[in-house]
């Protein structure tokens, strides 16, 4: 059996269609199947759609969360409670296209254990939107023991023995895309033009992106305080040598040239200051990431809690 999961957040246009082409590729594969939506505490009508859809087809159930708890968390819910033999997320937009479920599947019968996508030709609302994105890939890339590729989503299929791996690490703020290439097992990936959005708008803002790609760095690379290291290093060589320069200086002029001009030194002074003050404030704000990320482990709290659900 495959388990179909999909996160929604106010997406009362979209559901019928995204139920009716998920149920159809399903169908193609041969497998039994079931449909998990998770409802991310919408504001409209789509969870009382869910269940109207859910009364008529019992292959269709339903996760009702008791806020909103973001995409992520949405996922994890999904996941936690799928049983199939295979589990595949994908959004609710119909960005995501269900027909490609045909070709995991294929891929998974064939020995893949983790089948991913990768959006091609993707237009994002702005450039600079476009060219943050593509630096966080090839960052993340560089500065951890993981490999993204640009364009890679949450549309993905993983094996069962994946997703008890995955959800089994006892880790807060998971980052599900770094976390997947982490793990290993046998992986492949689908390239795919995502379609236009018919209904709705996304709900992913530009604040999101910046806190998912530092919760990606964060989670996955302790290259930022390395390199807080290195500019500390750098910067005391420097003030070294400055003040060897004016201790030099300071001779000569005590010895041989009693009048030879020496700059006033406030200038200089304040501008250390201000350099130093700069590094530690971003130390701390560093330091601070991490110390953060080890205080909301320590509280244990929950990705998300279910308010009801069909299952």
């Known amino acids: 059996m495959i388990s179909i999961a999909t996160p929604v957040y106010n997406e009362e246009k979209n559901i019928s269609e995204l139920v009716q082409r998920i149920k159809n590729a399903c169908e193609e594969t041969k497998e039994n199947y079931e449909i998990i939506i998770v409802d991310d505490g919408s504001s409209d009508n789509t969870l009382e759609y869910i269940k109207k859809i859910h009364e008529k087809d019992k292959s269709v159930n339903y996760i009702s969360l008791s806020r909103n708890y973001g995409h992520q ?21 119909l960005q ?94 689908i390239n795919y033009t995502p379609p ?44 070294l040598s400055y003040a060897f320069i004016y201790i030099v200086l300071g001779i000569i002029n005590f010895v041989v040239f009693e009048n030879l001009f020496l700059p006033p030194g406030w200038a200089s002074i304040v501008v250390s200051i201000t350099l130093i003050g700069g590094i530690q404030l971003i ?17 244990r709290r929950p990705d998300y809690i279910i308010r009801e659900c069909s299952l």
């Not at 968390?73 to 937009?93: F, K, M, P, Y």
């Not at 130390?283 to 509280?299: A, F, H, P, V």
Request: aromatic share 16%; glycine share 10%; net charge positive.
């Open 73 to 93: 968390g949405a996922l994890w819910a999904g996941l936690d409670n799928a049983s199939g033999d295979a589990v595949i997320t994908l959004d609710g937009d």
């Open 96 to 189: 995501h296209p269900p027909e490609l479920i045909v070709k995991m599947v294929d891929l998974w019968r064939k020995g893949y254990e983790v089948v991913y996508t990768v959006k091609n030709g993707y237009e994002f609302k702005s450039k600079p939107l476009f060219y943050f994105s593509k630096l966080f890939y090839s960052l993340i890339s560089k500065i951890s023991d993981i490999n993204l590729s640009f364009g890679q989503s949450d549309f993905r299929l993983l094996d069962k023995k994946v997703v008890k791996v995955v959800c089994d690490i006892p880790e807060k703020n998971k980052f599900m895309r770094g976390l997947v290439d982490w793990v290993g097992f046998k992986q492949t990936g």
């Open 196 to 239: 236009n959005r018919k209904y709705g708008e996304s709900k992913f803002k530009i604040s999101n992106y910046v806190n998912f790609a530092l919760d990606g760095i964060f989670a996955f690379s302790i290259f930022p305080m390395r390199l807080l290291l290195w500019a500390g290093l750098i910067l005391s060589f420097l003030c």
């Open 283 to 299: 130390g701390l704000g560093l330091m601070g990431e991490y110390i953060s990320r080890i205080y909301l482990q320590t509280k």
